[in-house]
């Protein structure tokens, strides 16, 4: 805060400003707290941030195009962008990666900021706001070329994508997507086996966390049913790119998957960091919870405030339900994997429920701070900023190397082919474990 503080002595720019309160957010390694630079962040995506008129997408060090928005059809599907405006794409990467929010060391979670209309809004944001930019690409043949293109929104580009023709053959790859969050359905090229899509922990009827819990309660229900009937010996639960959600839901997620009949902890304590009321009219918390706080926080020595257990549900011990899945679970993960759902992979590879399989999640395997939060707006330049409450501990076996995402067992990478025709290497790769083990 003080080093910020001594750069703020001059007159600057409206992005100057935000890069230095964005690089302070992101020094807190909290994949909670974020600063954007309006409140109403997807009309500034789509129609406000000019930017690069490409879709890309990171792929190992490279950034691959996956949909042209222009209208030279040199630069096809495929290609790699190596240079903008004469900078390497490995000096961007770092610097979009240094300003972006993630939990602590790590850099799966950063990596978010490189893909598609999240990496044409920040790089807007972060390096450039110019009307127009030089491009250098790589084709498959080794082949540079530069081009100047005219910055658009990505509304614009977007629009573009059915024009060009290069885009054709990609386009049909991603024409169909399941419309459904939560989904269940048997494979019919693996014997005994069901496929569990969960892509996000919420739901437009969950309102609170009895009201989450309920949800996920009845949903499960249903696919332990469907599983029974069916034999079904094998269950891949998907929650790549599951962001997270409530805690409840993923409480009530794990209890249907733990492999034993005891009673189990899955959140640890809960720490705040101030009982000071004078700033809570920015956050989330009601009158009432405001008036309890004496009650639900407990002075600790250090300086801090354990959350009162007696308050929370979901940190007290937990009882499994009898009629849950006791087959193989495999569990599809990534770097979008974040919050709750990474809560759920790692309170699963602590007990050793489940085979692992894709990249290292979005979220810390030691937990992250969430529940409440403050929420506010930076009084002249509007800016928005977001930051929790309360951190929160998971109940796992600690790691010699904290601060880093859940680890899958088997790590499963996308290739530049894979991603041009929509092929899921990862879950191939669960696929075909299932059936060498039979």
């Known amino acids: 805060l003080d080093s910020i503080s001594g750069l703020l002595d001059h007159d600057m720019k409206f992005y100057e400003f935000y890069r230095l309160i964005a690089s302070l957010n992101s020094s807190i390694r909290c994949a909670h707290s974020f600063v954007i630079p309006e409140k109403e962040f997807e009309p500034y995506v789509f129609n406000k941030a000019k930017s690069i008129p490409f879709y890309l997408y990171p792929v190992g060090e490279q950034m691959i195009v996956l949909f042209n928005g222009t209208n030279d059809e040199r630069i096809k599907p495929g290609s790699e962008l190596m240079a903008i405006n004469g900078k390497s794409m490995k000096e961007i990467k770092e610097q979009m ?3 972006f929010w993630a939990d ?71 024409k169909n997507t399941p419309k ?67 805690g409840a839901m993923v409480l009530e997620l794990y209890k249907f998957f733990t492999n034993s009949d005891k009673e189990f902890e899955f959140y640890g304590d809960g720490f705040a960091v101030t009982n000071d009321t004078s700033y809570l009219k920015y956050s989330d918390l009601n009158a009432v919870d405001i008036a309890s706080l004496d009650e639900e926080l407990i002075p600790q020595e250090d300086g801090t405030f354990l959350v009162n ?27 979008g994997t974040g919050s709750a759902a990474s809560e759920f992979t790692a309170v699963a590879k602590s007990n050793k429920i489940g085979v692992i399989i894709g990249e290292e999640t979005g979220g810390a395997y030691e937990g992250d701070n969430s529940v409440s939060f403050l929420h506010f707006e930076l009084p002249n330049s509007k800016m928005y900023l977001r930051t929790p409450l309360v951190s929160g501990n998971l109940a796992v076996k600690p790691l010699a190397e904290k601060g880093k995402g859940v680890i899958p067992d088997f790590e499963v990478d996308f290739r530049k082919e894979d991603l041009l025709i929509r092929y899921d290497r990862q879950l191939e790769f669960v696929k075909k474990l299932i059936q060498e083990s039979k």
Do not use: C
């Not at 530069?146 to 573009?160: D, G, H, L, P, R």
């Not at 007696?310 to 770097?335: A, C, D």
């Open 97 to 99: 990666m240094s300003l």
């Open 104 to 174: 602590g060391y790590n850099l799966s979670g950063r990596k978010q900021v490189l893909e598609g209309t999240i990496f044409s809004a920040f790089y807007y944001a972060f390096i450039d706001q110019s009307d127009s930019i030089e491009l250098t690409f790589k084709n498959e043949i080794d082949k540079e070329l530069t081009i100047k293109v005219a910055s658009q929104t990505f509304a614009q580009t977007q629009k573009m994508f059915n024009k060009n023709p290069v885009n054709k053959a990609v386009l049909k790859a991603y």
């Open 180 to 246: 459904k969050d939560w989904y269940f359905k048997t494979l019919k090229e693996v014997d005994e086996t069901a496929y569990l899509r969960i892509n996000g922990f919420g739901h437009k009827k969950a309102i609170s966390n009895e009201s989450s819990a309920i949800i996920m309660k009845d949903f499960m229900t249903d696919v332990i049913d469907q599983v029974n009937k069916k034999e079904i010996t094998n269950l891949i639960l998907d929650l790549r790119e599951n962001k997270g959600g409530w």
């Open 309 to 335: 257990p007696e308050f929370s549900k979901t940190s007290t011990e937990q009882i499994p339900y009898q009629k849950r899945f006791k087959g193989q679970l495999y569990i599809l993960v990534n770097r």
